[in-house]
């Protein structure tokens, strides 16, 4: 016995110790990257990449997407890390005016060739020689410098050791763009860096930071002011967006963005749900920024088409199909009662529908409890007539063997 008890525990821990082993790690998916590589043709200048999921999340925040890097080591081929969860990619370049169709990744690094936008191949195996390179995380800088600072370049490093983010002097040289300000990534363990321009001859002083995109404006003498907040920001008041969707469309959801930069007010489609209002219409407050809208329903299964809207004003949006829709800029006295007309006729039809599947359901449990009644009766009779049957036989057996002894 005292061996069978051991042998059951062994038994017992061992299965315990399997399930451990077995038991699959929690990984942080943004913490897990694959490298992109591209090939692009040769007017394709600056190429991008812009990556999401089946879901509808964003790698990045607006399009065109994130900027590949050159690869030294293979002429013509640029690279990027994006989320490994994103899935889907669309490879662009020229500020996004020319572009690929969706291309599905299956998972783990990728070789994107770009022959024209219609034609794009994807190859699991390299393509490239050499290792690739880390994935480094980075913040971008924005600087402003006088006309007389040409061809400004970035300088950052970690103090006090002194570990420099680029080779050599003057580092890496900052893009400008259309508002007239320079962009620059650093490494987000630098904490100091230098503006310079005209091969580095003239300059600011250190400047120490926080690993955070900040804006710097540089003076003619090389002073200059910093700030963590974008100086070039609209300031726009919240707005509400007011909407009265089909009666089909389930948890109508609003999608909102700023055209043509792509900056989303949402991180993720289909957006955010509306609140219930007043007199029939669904409400939500956005960015007073934006300038198109999709209303969808039912998971974003639904939605209309891109809504072009004027900025900074409240919208009430009667929408009766994905391509019929109505934009006003004042409440409109006409569509609240036909709101509500159907709203009640909606009411009283889900009413009575439940009241139906109520009554069905009665009936339903009903009938259940009968055939449970019935099974019980049953099972019942049968446990009898085995008990009785089992004596019946003890009996018999007891009178044989007193017999036998006899």
């Not at 051991?6 to 790690?25: H, N, Q």
């Not at 489609?269 to 960015?287: H, N």
Request: proline share 5%; aromatic share 10%.
């Amino acid at each position: 016995m005292v061996k069978a008890v051991k042998r059951l525990t062994w038994l017992i821990c061992t299965f315990a110790m399997a399930l451990v082993l077995i038991k699959p790690m929690s990984v942080n998916a943004e913490e897990e990257r694959s490298a992109v590589y591209v090939q692009v043709p040769g007017d394709w200048e600056a190429p991008c990449v812009w990556a999401w999921d089946e879901d509808g999340n964003n790698a990045f925040e607006a399009w065109p997407g994130g900027e590949t890097e050159a690869d030294a080591d293979n002429e013509g081929w640029y690279y990027i890390w994006i989320p490994s969860w994103a899935d889907h990619v669309i490879v662009n370049a020229n500020e996004g005016s020319v572009q690929t169709g969706e291309l599905v990744l299956e998972g783990g690094n990728a070789w994107i060739t770009v022959e024209d936008a219609e034609n794009a191949a994807v190859s699991y195996e390299a393509l490239t020689k050499g290792d690739i390179p880390e994935y480094v995380e980075k913040f971008e800088i924005h600087v402003d410098v006088p006309d007389s600072w040409e061809a400004p370049c970035l300088w950052a490093w970690s103090a006090p050791d002194g570990t420099n983010a680029f080779a050599a002097w003057p580092g890496e040289a900052f893009k400008q763009g259309e508002d007239g300000w320079y962009t620059g990534k650093a490494p987000v363990w630098v904490n100091s860096v230098i503006v310079n321009a005209n091969e580095g001859s003239v300059q600011t002083e250190d400047i120490a930071i926080d690993p955070a995109e900040l804006w710097i404006t540089v003076e003619e003498d090389g002073s200059f002011e910093f700030s963590y907040d974008d100086p070039n920001a609209v300031s726009a008041p919240d707005i509400h967006v007011n909407v009265q969707a089909p009666a089909d469309w389930e948890t109508p959801c609003l999608w909102a963005w700023s055209a043509p930069d792509g900056t989303n007010a949402f991180a993720a489609w289909p957006g955010e749900p509306f609140a219930a209002g007043e007199e029939g219409w669904l409400t939500l407050s956005v960015p007073g920024w934006i300038n198109s809208v999709i209303v969808s329903g039912n998971e974003g299964s639904v939605q209309t088409t891109d809504i072009s809207v004027e900025t900074g004003k409240d919208i009430w949006l009667v929408v009766t199909g994905p391509e019929a829709y109505e934009v006003f800029y004042e409440k409109p006295a006409d569509t609240a009662a036909v709101s509500n007309k159907e709203a009640a006729s909606d009411t009283e039809a889900a009413d009575a529908g439940e009241s139906a599947e109520q009554t069905e359901a009665v009936d339903v449990d009903a009938a259940a409890d009968a055939q449970t009644a019935e099974a019980g009766i049953s099972t019942g009779t049968i446990v009898l007539i085995v008990v009785v049957c089992v004596a019946v036989i003890a009996l018999a057996a007891y009178f044989i063997l007193k017999k036998k002894k006899a």
